[in-house]
Antibody, heavy 120, light 108 residues
Framework: EVQLVESGGGLVQPGGSLRLSCVAS????????MGWVRQAPGKGLEWVAN????????YYMSSMKGRFTISRDNAKNSVYLQMNNLRAEDTAIYYC?????????????WGQGTLVTVSS | SYELTQPPSVSVSPGQTVSITCSGD??????VCWYQQKPGQSPVVVIS???KRPSGIPERFSGSNSGNTATLTISGTQPMDEAEYYC???????????FGAGTRVSVL
């Protein structure tokens, strides 16, 4: 059974930083792209970033490029999202998801999400 | 940047058929995925690659994609199908995942 478990969310002040983690199990982690998707309170889904199996390719939503960094540790079956210079509008549930690129990229498995609140 | 447009809401009576559209420029050239999200839950794929239904998804869910519009159809809608539905496509030009804004399906 595929499982994705996020952690690291919480309350942070504007301008602060936070590192989200996601531990994967139930599939061969090194075979798949991984990604992060966020959802602001009462709003829709917004893609944040994704990363190739070996970490050699990373892509970001344009508004987050330069502030957010996605990375992965294949030895730990983990993917991370480092978020810097956080703003109130970054407040959201952040989902870790497996990014299936077999035919065309889409997110076939999702974690339960971790809530990030940016507020003073 | 590429955009996907969905109607904000649709309503349907139990047992009836409802269709949700997702529009984008030359959308038929891309594969579309549909996600169902119920309140307080993570999204779940109901249709991938325009019309493929993952295991465990009821047959009443179907999808199509032609021209500038992809469509998710729920036949014989059940009260449990009340949820938000999002379409998604991959924009190869910008190497970006693109989501529609979502459609709230109300089963009245």
């Amino acid at each position: 059974e595929v499982q994705l478990v996020e952690s690291g969310g919480g309350l942070v002040q504007p301008g602060g930083s936070l590192r989200l983690s996601c531990v994967a199990s139930g599939f061969t982690f090194t075979s798949d792209w991984m990604g992060w998707v966020r959802q602001a309170p009462g709003k829709g889904l917004e893609w944040v970033a994704n990363i190739k199996q070996d970490g050699s390719e990373k892509y970001y939503m344009s508004s987050m490029k330069g502030r957010f960094t996605i990375s992965r540790d294949n030895a730990k079956n983990s993917v991370y999202l480092q978020m810097n210079n956080l703003r109130a509008e970054d407040t959201a549930i952040y989902y870790c998801a497996r990014d299936d690129h077999t035919v065309t990229p889409y997110f076939d498995y999702w974690g339960q999400g971790t809530l990030v609140t940016v507020s003073s | 940047s590429y955009e996907l447009t969905q109607p904000p809401s649709v309503s349907v009576s139990p047992g009836q058929t409802v269709s949700i559209t997702c529009s984008g420029d030359k959308l038929e050239d891309k594969y579309v995925c549909w996600y169902q999200q119920k309140p307080g839950q993570s999204p779940v794929v109901v249709i991938s690659q325009d019309s493929k239904r993952p295991s465990g998804i009821p047959e009443r869910f179907s999808g199509s994609n032609s021209g500038n519009t992809a469509t998710l159809t729920i036949s014989g809608t059940q009260p449990m199908d009340e949820a938000e539905y999002y379409c998604q496509a991959w924009d190869s030009g910008t190497r970006s995942h693109v989501f529609g804004a979502g459609t709230r399906v109300s089963v009245l």
